[in-house]
């Protein structure tokens, strides 16, 4: 069974049509006054709140001051040295408008660490702006020491609301956990070496038989969550092959070691480009002969994807073939990567969406989907009381038979209000990460800073401020509007985000079947053998010729003639200047025409790059990119030359600024960029009216002649 990349980068209005079309059930009045009712009980209940609740409430991300603690928490737990601390903290404390929340928070605490707040902004304003040095260096001794502790204490108290446990054996004995359904998650980000890889597996291997242990002790049923870049540092489609054979066969160990103990397993849900690898591993795992029969074993799927529906798809299939499976289903957590990720690689679109409502009517109609699928177990993660009231509404008399789940720290005052609400609501279970402070702090913070936008359900829904109404209405009419008024994004697409010129084109190299495709592709450059010689308008005579060996595999690749550099030194000065004489427009043309012509068809300077320059398919891919960007960027540039400018002087003197071509002149590259740096150069020369000598590399010099042929 095979997972398909198509619909990776479908247009966001089609989607949108065809999501509109499946979302009539939301028009269903009980949803909205269930919605409101779940609101207005957690507002009226302020003694359940957690401290995170209340902290988010009043220092959110949809203020300045909100962003400036996540920033703090991001980044101060990380950082070794004092002195970087203390100009982290400085920048963020004494940028921010601390004095505008004071005594507005509920907490008392809150309200203290406001009034803490404010008085180091003002005690860092004061040290640093006084004119006395004695009093700056005092200041600095007695101060900035005091307000780095105090402020990392902060942290700490902030991260354990947001850690579970920094050691899972912490919790074998906590009275807490008998009462909670879990999923412990040793969170962290993707293994950077071997040694990370390793450590991770360790980690994962000892938690899982510590979950089984506290299950069976105490008749429980939690469950660990499994991050399969942290148990390979090559977790990509460009390493199938390793992935398949270094991470399939550890992934394996893990579940059958869980299947063995009887803990439940979830795969996480990592970037969209590791979607498909993921989805190709776990149909392995699914079908493996000692796993297919265990009825524990699922995985995350992230609603901002436009291929969730895909995967459900996927997974229906999967289920027909083996025991129950059990979906997590959860908004997304990378968004900001995402987004960025699709821009810097140029791609044909993006892989999530980026109108945040179309992800909440995906998550809707793909949990419609979930419930109605036979043999898959539904978990839905959220803390948006709308979401839970529609998918109550949908679940009806299977409610029992729905689970949902919260973060650890958060969301247990909704998740009270929703048992008063809803009849037969079953208990949610808790998303646990556990592991130390240092390191995972940064990790949740950097999630909620990617996803905490102004308009985020979990920092309005305490607000009194804000009419319940404006949270829970039905989020397909606000996208049918934004169709009608063709506002539904206002992203441009990854190759239009330069308003003055076109990004280059980049090829998805994260999908498998591309990957197999292009390798396959390739292979059919390996019957050619180049000829090159030196390309002028004038008859040039050859010295010498060499044969060019592949750097892969040995093969003869080419037949090099060299000239001699005296006779192209001398032949050039007999080269016409008609170039001179050109139009900027017409330069700029030649150049944008060589992109368009090597954007169209890159093959062969892939296969010349990892053959004649030993490069990876990645770093070939990229460099091609890079040719292509210079070519269109000092073809953008060059309208600034167009035109004269006058310059100020003396009276009765008129001083104009223009610029000419220098006439000749000589490109020379290197080895180790040989498309990208040798067409820069020569872009940047002849588009400014000069007559150009191009001297490539003699170890590239094929890459260099079929480059120089575009022109």
Same mark, same amino acid.
């Given at each position: ?37 779940l ?56 940028s ?54 105090a ?9 354990k ?13 906590s ?12 969170l962290?980000e ?7 890889s ?8 000892e938690?899982?038989n ?29 390493h199938?092959?390793e992935?398949?054979?270094f991470l ?29 690898l ?17 009825p ?5 799927v ?28 959860v ?5 900001d ?11 044909n ?13 995906n ?25 839970i009231?529609?998918i109550?509404?949908l ?6 038979q ?54 985020s359900?979990?920092n ?59 390798? /396959? %592709?390739? $292979?059919?450059?390996?019957? *050619?053998?180049?000829?090159?010689? !030196?390309?002028? &308008?004038?008859?040039? #005579? =050859? ?24 006779e ?22 030649v ?29 070939? /891919? %990229?460099? $091609?990119?890079?040719?292509? *960007?210079?070519?269109?960027?000092? !073809?953008?540039? &060059?309208?600034?030359? #167009? =035109? ?7 009276t ?29 150069q ?8 000069n007559t ?12 260099a002649?079929?480059?120089i042929?575009?022109?």
């Amino acid at each position: 069974m095979s997972f398909s990349s198509k619909g990776k980068f479908q247009n966001e209005n089609e989607i949108a049509k065809i999501l509109l079309s499946k979302s009539s059930f939301l028009q269903n009045s009980a949803i909205t006054q269930n919605t409101e009712s779940l609101i207005q009980l957690c507002r009226n209940n302020t003694k359940q709140r957690t401290k995170l609740d209340v902290f988010m409430k009043e220092y959110g991300l949809s203020n300045a001051e909100g962003i400036a603690l996540m920033c703090l928490a991001e980044s101060l737990m990380r950082i070794p040295d004092n002195a970087t601390r203390d100009s982290l903290i400085n920048e963020k404390l004494t940028s921010a408008s601390w004095s505008e929340h004071l005594g507005r928070a509920e907490s008392f605490l809150v309200n203290s660490a406001t009034w803490g707040l404010e008085f180091s902004k003002k005690f860092l304003q004061a040290s640093s702006s006084s004119s006395n040095f004695w009093l700056i260096s005092l200041s600095k001794k007695i101060g900035e020491a005091s307000i780095r502790e105090a402020v990392k204490i902060a942290m700490q108290i902030l991260s354990k609301e947001f850690v579970c446990a920094q050691d899972i054996n912490e919790l074998e004995n906590s009275s807490w956990l008998k009462s909670h359904r879990c999923s412990f998650d040793m969170l962290g980000e993707a293994s950077r070496n071997q040694f990370q890889s390793d450590a991770y597996f360790e980690s994962y291997f000892e938690a899982i038989n510590s979950i089984g242990h506290i299950n069976s002790t105490h008749n429980l049923s939690n469950g660990i969550s499994i991050k399969l870049s942290a148990l390979y540092s090559k977790y990509d489609a460009l390493h199938l092959r390793e992935v398949k054979g270094f991470l399939l066969p550890k992934v394996r160990d893990l579940v059958i070691e869980a299947a063995s103990q009887d803990v439940p397993v979830t795969i996480d849900a990592e970037e969209q480009d590791r979607l498909s690898l993921s989805i190709s591993i776990i149909t392995e795992l699914a079908l493996d002969p000692l796993i297919k029969d265990w009825p524990k074993l699922g995985l995350a799927v992230q609603a901002y994807g436009k291929r969730s529906p895909q995967v459900i798809e996927h997974l229906a299939q999967l289920v027909q073939q083996r025991e129950t499976m059990h979906v997590r289903l959860v908004k997304g957590a990378y968004w900001d990567h995402e987004i960025k990720n699709a821009q810097v690689k140029g791609l044909n679109g993006y892989p999530v969406f980026t109108n945040k409502k179309l992800t909440d009517i995906n998550y809707l109609v793909t949990a419609k989907q979930l419930i109605e699928t036979p043999n898959l177990e539904a978990s839905f993660a959220t803390h948006n009381a709308h979401t839970i009231s529609a998918i109550a509404s949908l679940a009806q008399d299977k409610m029992e038979q729905v689970e949902f789940q919260r973060l650890y720290g958060m969301g247990e005052v909704l998740y009270s209000a929703c048992e008063e609400v809803f009849d037969n609501f079953s208990q949610s279970s808790i998303y646990c990460p556990i592991g130390k402070h240092k390191e995972l702090l940064p990790y949740l913070v950097r999630r909620l800073l990617e996803n905490g936008a102004n308009s985020s359900f979990v920092n309005q829904y305490l607000s009194n401020e804000i009419p319940a109404s404006d949270l829970s209405f039905n989020p397909a009419a606000a996208i049918q509007d934004q169709l009608d008024h063709k506002k539904l994004s206002n992203l441009p697409l990854p190759t239009d985000i330069y308003l003055s010129r076109q990004n280059s084109h980049g090829l998805d190299l994260s999908e498998p079947e591309f990957c197999e495709s292009l390798t /396959h %592709d390739l $292979i059919a450059f390996n019957k *050619d053998r180049i000829q090159a010689s !030196a390309l002028s &308008s004038l008859k040039v #005579n =050859s010295l010498e010729e060499k044969d060019i060996l592949s750097k892969c595999n040995q093969s003869n690749i080419g037949l090099v003639h060299f000239s001699d550099p005296a006779e192209i030194v001398n032949l050039s000065f007999q080269i016409s200047s008609e170039w001179m004489s050109t139009s900027l427009e017409h330069r700029a043309l030649v150049l944008n025409a060589v992109a368009n012509s090597i954007e169209a068809d890159p093959l062969q300077f892939i296969y010349l790059l990892m053959h004649e320059a030993g490069k990876t398919i990645q770093d070939a /891919h %990229d460099e $091609i990119r890079e040719a292509v *960007d210079f070519l269109r960027y000092y !073809a953008q540039q &060059s309208a600034s030359l #167009n =035109s004269q400018s006058s310059q100020l002087g003396p009276t009765g003197e008129d001083n104009i600024l223009e610029y000419s071509p220098k006439g000749l002149v000589a490109c020379i590259s290197p080895w180790n960029f040989p498309l990208a740096i040798t067409l820069g150069q020569i872009a940047a020369a002849l588009v400014t009216g000069n007559t150009v000598i191009a001297k490539a590399s003699e170890e590239t010099s094929l890459i260099a002649f079929k480059a120089i042929s575009l022109f």
